[in-house]
């Protein structure tokens, strides 16, 4: 498995602001993704963050809005943008690790971000 | 468009019993399906996984069921605990073209286990 840490684990932020998340992985992973999930509700693919090279958005999420940056292969940022109330939610980073023959991802333990 | 859902979205037992949560999938192109624990106010932790090669899979008091034939996926937990108590949350991941290392997850089932 991967150790993986995210700052700052939570922040309230006023509306029309940004915030900046950070993800830093133990190991070098090639594989690093951003998930959203809203209060009470299950976890959203927003983007995979590749390094070197521009994120890949889902459905939903536009790169104005949810900046990402991969400078490396064990760090990686989410921004949010212009927030607003709807923003509030947990936002969590995850990697592809494994020994080779079986990678599966692994969760940082979140952020939790409530917008006013 | 593809999902992966759960019958039950809560389950409570007694402490000591057998704890059973299901999930369907409507994506037959998904070949690695995963169980995630989440306890309040913490992240995902991995539990179980498995492939479509395989029909069960069987970890420390863990045990899931794959049923492709109907598209569903069974945690089965023995002698549930107190701290068993979570949001257990079923995942898809569907393998090759652009879809590869993406989950879709299902809704959760909040299992509360009373001692």
Not at chain 2, 18 to 47: H, L, V
Request: aromatic share 8%; glycine share 8%; hydrophobic share 30%.
């Amino acid at each position: 498995s991967a150790v993986i840490s995210q700052k700052p684990s939570r922040d309230i932020c006023q509306r029309g602001t940004s915030l900046t998340i950070q993800c830093q992985v133990d190991s070098q992973v090639t594989m690093m993704f951003w998930y959203r999930q809203q209060p009470g509700q299950s976890l959203t693919l927003i983007a995979t963050a590749n390094q070197g090279s521009e994120a890949t958005y889902e459905s939903g999420f536009v790169i104005d809005k949810f900046p990402i940056s991969r400078p490396n292969l064990t760090f990686s940022t989410l921004t949010v943008s212009n927030m607003s109330p709807e923003d509030s939610s947990i936002y969590l980073c995850s990697v592809e690790a494994g020994t080779g023959k079986t990678d599966t991802q692994y969760f940082g333990p979140g952020t939790r971000l409530t917008v006013l | 468009g593809e999902s992966v859902g759960l019958h039950l979205p809560t389950l409570s037992v007694q402490e000591g019993d057998n704890s059973i949560i299901n999930c369907a999938y409507s994506n037959s192109a998904s070949d690695y399906f995963i169980w995630y624990k989440q306890e309040s106010g913490k992240g995902p932790q991995f539990i179980i996984d498995i492939r479509s090669n395989m029909d069960k899979r069987q970890g420390q008091r863990v045990t899931v069921l794959l049923n492709k034939t109907v598209k569903h996926l069974s945690l089965q937990i023995a002698a549930t605990q107190p701290g068993d108590s979570a949001v257990y949350f079923c995942a898809e991941n569907r393998a090759g073209g652009t879809s590869y290392g993406k989950l879709t997850f299902g809704q959760g089932t909040i299992l509360t286990v009373h001692p």
